[in-house]
DNA sequence: TTGCGTACACTCACTAGTCAGTATACTTTG
DNA sequence: CAAAGTATACTGACTAGTGAGTGTACGCAA
C-alpha cells in the first residue's frame, strides 16, 4: 500500500534520529535505518539522495524543536533572569541524568563530520546553535542587559561547555557548575541598559 | 632487520594520533594507520591487541604533552592571574586558526564512542580534562581565590565550551569570548582567599 | 495506463581481525 | 666456539562480514 511520501519521510527520519543520536553517524548503516522504519533500503534511497542527505535532515528536524525546548524550560520560570538560567541549566543536569542521554546532537555531528567542511549537516548545526544564541540576546536585551550580545555568546560558550563536560565525565553536575557561572556574569551586568539606548 | 619494540609502537602511536585526530576514530581504518607508520596491518597487530587498545594509546600519547603546552600558555607570562588566562585562550584560538586544527581530540573522540561506555579511551579522556581542571586549580589556589576549584572548573568548562564553538562555527573568536568571560568570572573572586583559610 | 512508492537481489569496496610462515637476533649446549 | 634451539619482529594472503549505493520488477492509486 503505497502511503503519502511526506509520511514515510517522516517515519524515515525519526528512525534517523533515534539511531543517529543514539549510536551516532557512521555507526548507523542506512540499513539500520531503513529497518527501524520499517521498510528497505531501496525505499529509503527513493526518498533521500545519500546518507548525507539523511544525516542533514536529521538535524534539520532537531533544530526547531530543540529550541522550543530551551526556550520553554526559560521562559516557564517566572523571576529573575538569574532565575531563569539556572532553571535552563538545572533542566540540562536532569536531561543528562537520563540513561539514554548522549549529549547534544548537533556536537557531536560537528565533531564527527569534521572533515567534510562543506556538509549541510554541519551548516544546520551552525544554524542551530546561532539562533540558540540570538535567543538569548532578545531575551537578555528586554531583561535590560547592557551588552545582551555578548552575554548570550558567553552562556552558549557555558551551555556548550556543560554538554561537553557531562559527556566526558558523565556527570550533571557539571551543568549546574555552568549555570552558577551563567547566573554570576549576567547577574554582573543588570540593569545598565538604561543608560545605553542613545 | 627486526626493530625495537618500543620504536616501532611508538611510530604506529604517531601515525595513529595523526589519522585519528585528523579524520575521526570510526573514518580511519587499522590499515590506514599500519600504511601510515609503513608497516602491515598483521604487525601492527602485533604491538596493539585491537583497534581499541590503540585509540586508548593514542590519547594516552596526548594527555601530558597537552597540560604541558596549556600550562606552558599560563606559565609564560608574566603578569596577573586574568593576563594569563586571558592568555591561554588568545593560544586557544590561534591554535583554531591553523588549517589542520579539528577541535580538541578528546572531546571528539568522547563523542565518537559515546555508546561504549567502559571504553578506556573514555577514561583516559576523563582523566585528562580532570588533570587539566587540576592544573588550574592550583594556579588558582597560589593566586589566592577563594574558591579556586569552583573557578577552575568554571574555566575548564568555557575552555571545553570554547573548543566546541569554535568547531561548530569554524571562528577563533569564541574562544576570546571565552576568555572575557573566563576573566571577569576570576577577577570578582581575586584576594579573598585570605579571610578563608581558618 | 501512467507513474509513484515499494521490495528483492545485487555490486563492489572496505573492515576488523587471523593464519601460517619467515628472517633476524639472542641463548643454550656439546 | 660452533651448532642448535628459541624468542622477537615482521609479512602477504586470507576470512567473514559490513558499507553505501543500484537495477529492475511489481503493485496500487488516480
New interface residues.
Given amino acids: 500500500m503505497p502511503k503519502n511520501a511526506a509520511v514515510t519521510r517522516d517515519r524515515i527520519v525519526a528512525a534517523a534520529s533515534k539511531l543517529f543520536y543514539?549510536?551516532?553517524i557512521?555507526?548507523v548503516s542506512v540499513d539500520d535505518v531503513a529497518a527501524r522504519a520499517g521498510l528497505t533500503k531501496r525505499t529509503l534511497y527513493y526518498h533521500f539522495r545519500s546518507k548525507d542527505d539523511l544525516i542533514a535532515a536529521y538535524l534539520a528536524a532537531r533544530d526547531e524543536p530543540t529550541i522550543v525546548i530551551v526556550m520553554g524550560w526559560m521562559d516557564a520560570v517566572q523571576g529573575t533572569l538569574t532565575d531563569k538560567l539556572e532553571a535552563v541549566f538545572a533542566q540540562m543536569a536532569r536531561l543528562g541524568r537520563h540513561p539514554k542521554w548522549?549529549?547534544c546532537g548537533?556536537?557531536?555531528t560537528?565533531?564527527?563530520l569534521?572533515?567534510t567542511?562543506g556538509h549541510p549537516a554541519?551548516k544546520a548545526?551552525?544554524a542551530h546553535?546561532?539562533k540558540l544564541e540570538a535567543e538569548f540576546a532578545g531575551r537578555f536585551a528586554q531583561a535590560g542587559l547592557a551588552d545582551p550580545d555578548?552575554r548570550a555568546?558567553?552562556v552558549?560558550?557555558?551551555?556548550?561547555?556543560?554538554?561537553?563536560?557531562m559527556?566526558?565525565?558523565?556527570d550533571p553536575s557539571?551543568a549546574e557548575?555552568?549555570g552558577?557561572?551563567a547566573m554570576?556574569?549576567v547577574r554582573?551586568e543588570k540593569v545598565k541598559a538604561v543608560k545605553r539606548r542613545a
Wanted: no cysteine; proline share 2%.
Fill in positions: 543514539g549510536h551516532g557512521r555507526a548522549r549529549g548537533f556536537l557531536r560537528a565533531a564527527e569534521v572533515t567542511p554541519l548545526g551552525s546553535k546561532k555578548m555568546r558567553q552558549m560558550l557555558l551551555f556548550d561547555g556543560a554538554f561537553s563536560a559527556l566526558t565525565h558523565r557539571y557548575a555552568a552558577q557561572a554570576e556574569l554582573g
